[in-house]
């Protein structure tokens, strides 16, 4: 019975001894110093990955309306015709003698909606070009613009339609249009 208890003990032993050996090497780096620095590192490091493991909230940010309108800059036409008015006894501001009809087509078929571009459904875009095209089909306008043929008295038609157009229904120091 000595022999077999003693044969159990050695054979538990080598067990207890990875055992102790492994807690001695546990124990040995519970011993090491650890500095402020690592400490901080560390965490700085576990609170940032919990920050990471939460859930994302929406968040929906609401901006109380201001009471006097945003003052924007505004572009006026003396710098839209500026680079017309550079040239302007040339030949080459002049839009060619088709021009009138296919501007008309073009425009009248925005209107009508066969034009398919998105930006052409907009009930602003079309009342605008409807403005302007009432303008366009005037006898008097379509005749001095036919002999004429100059770039710069279409646009400003255009930008003088479209401005009117624009702020109808809105206070007159109201450029938010």
């Given at each position: ?27 040995s ?24 493991l ?73 009342r ?50």
């Amino acid at each position: 019975m000595s022999t077999s208890t003693s044969s159990s003990i050695n054979r538990k032993r080598p067990s207890s001894r990875a055992a102790s050996s492994v807690l001695r090497r546990n124990v040995s780096y519970a011993k090491r110093p650890v500095t402020d620095q690592d400490a901080y590192s560390y965490a700085l490091r576990v609170a940032y990955l919990v920050y990471l493991l939460q859930p994302r909230q929406k968040r929906v940010q609401h901006v109380a309306n201001t009471s006097k309108p945003i003052q924007r800059t505004s572009t006026s036409i003396n710098d839209m015709v500026k680079d017309f008015s550079l040239i302007r006894d040339s030949k080459s501001t002049r839009f060619p003698h088709a021009f009138m009809g296919a501007l008309d087509k073009r425009m009248t078929g925005v209107l009508v909606g066969q034009e398919r571009m998105p930006e052409y459904g907009d009930a602003l875009v079309k009342r605008t070009f409807a403005a302007f095209l009432n303008e366009f089909k005037n006898p008097t306008f379509r005749k001095a613009m036919e002999k004429d043929r100059k770039v710069e008295d279409l646009l400003l038609i255009f930008f003088s339609k479209a401005t009117k157009e624009l702020q109808q229904g809105k206070a007159p120091e109201d450029d938010s249009w």
